[in-house]
């Protein structure tokens, strides 16, 4: 009779608490998950057969019943003004996109949580292309891992990544047992030990998983509104219609309560004739009155196939003042990595569409030219 073989478990995929059970599933003391993290994210070693203050025995014994496996690198592009893109390989011909924003004292990764994105909100790139499958924590984490290699992360004291977003591909609240783990690793000692606040999640306003992150863990929230009436987020984020703006305005408040003390991030992408009037802007002063927050203005970022385009420099120095005349606090982000389609929305990837939506906006597009 032939041995059953053994499942190796991915350890990428295990937050600090399950790699301690882990560990001590196979015989061993917890803080042997406390070594293995330093090797994993503070040492940026995968080699079992490294980790030289694990006894053979146990480094043999890992070989056998675990691995640490993640996405490999398909492609690195770097633009001319100093961001990165990866391409990293999820398997079976998919692919998802990572981003680093390099700026004075601070580095922000962009991090995906999904192979596509199941929301379709009609000015986003990555929506346009359909949605495939929710990421394991492992390519999650993974893309943190091979960004921080690729950047030298810590590498003579310096840390290159200061900031992680969760704003690359997918809704990451429609992953949340995937992705609760990695912000876990992310603000871990024993992992990358960010602060609260240099971890963000984004949302377009899944109600459900703002209180579950609420419970969950200590980390900052930006929530993509971009529109300030439900009539235009009905067009512009289709969730609208199952979470209206006074649902989700309530669950911002929530948020802000007890531990977190801290304002809401509002992300409003600026579409020439469609959100950027001077009436949309005082509505949004109404609404963001209701809860603390501030306001991050994003230009709108074109990518084939849309009707869109962005608002004129003028419109959005209008927009930006009216807002700051009500005394809230408005931030026009700016561009970065555009001639690598690495800009805020324009993230795709390269992957196969379950939804068939990626089909039919291009018969679409097709028909009105």
Not at 72 to 96: C, E, H, M, P, Y
Not at 204 to 214: K, Q, R, S, T, Y
Not at 280 to 297: G, T
């Amino acid at each position: 009779m032939m041995d059953t073989p053994v499942r190796q478990q991915n350890l990428l995929d295990l937050g600090p608490a399950a790699m301690a059970d882990w560990f001590e599933s196979i015989g061993e003391r917890g803080f042997r998950a406390q070594q293995l993290l330093k090797w994993i994210y503070h040492q940026g070693e995968l080699d079992f057969s490294r980790m030289s203050n694990l006894s053979l025995k146990l480094r043999e014994q890992l070989q056998h019943q675990a691995n640490l496996e993640l996405p490999a690198t398909l492609s690195q592009q770097t633009s001319r003004d100093g961001t990165v893109k990866w391409l990293f390989d999820v398997g079976r011909g998919n692919a998802i996109e990572t981003v680093f924003i390099p700026e004075h004292g601070r580095g922000t990764l962009c991090v995906s949580s999904q192979v596509g994105c199941a929301l379709n909100c009609s000015f986003c790139a990555t929506g346009a292309q359909g949605f495939n499958r929710n990421l394991s924590t492992s390519e999650i984490i993974g893309q943190v891992w091979q960004a921080a290699k690729a950047l030298g992360h810590e590498r003579n004291g310096e840390r290159k990544i200061t900031n992680v977003v969760m704003m690359g591909m997918g809704e990451p609240l429609l992953n949340l047992d995937a992705v609760l783990p990695a912000l876990q690793l992310m603000r871990d000692d024993l992992g990358y030990g960010l602060a609260s606040r240099r971890v963000t999640v984004s949302t377009a306003g899944l109600i459900p998983g703002i209180d579950e992150l609420n419970k969950q863990l200590d980390v900052a929230l930006a929530v993509s509104l971009h529109a300030p009436v439900d009539e235009l987020r009905n067009e512009l984020v289709p969730l609208n219609k199952k979470y209206p703006i006074a649902e989700l305005i309530a669950a911002c408040n929530r948020f802000v309560q007890g531990k977190h003390k801290r304002s809401i991030t509002f992300e409003y992408t600026l579409i020439d004739g469609v959100n950027d009037h001077p009436e949309h802007a005082r509505k949004l002063i109404k609404l963001l009155r209701q809860v603390p927050s501030k306001l991050n203005l994003i230009p709108f970022n074109p990518f084939p196939g849309t009707t869109y385009r962005c608002s004129t420099p003028e419109r959005i120095d209008r927009f930006q003042q009216i807002i700051m005349q009500g005394n809230i606090i408005a931030t026009v982000r700016k561009t970065r990595g555009d001639d690598i389609d690495a800009a805020c929305g324009q993230l795709a990837g390269d992957f196969s569409d379950r939804t068939r939506r990626r089909e039919r906006i291009q018969m679409q597009w097709q028909a009105s030219v």
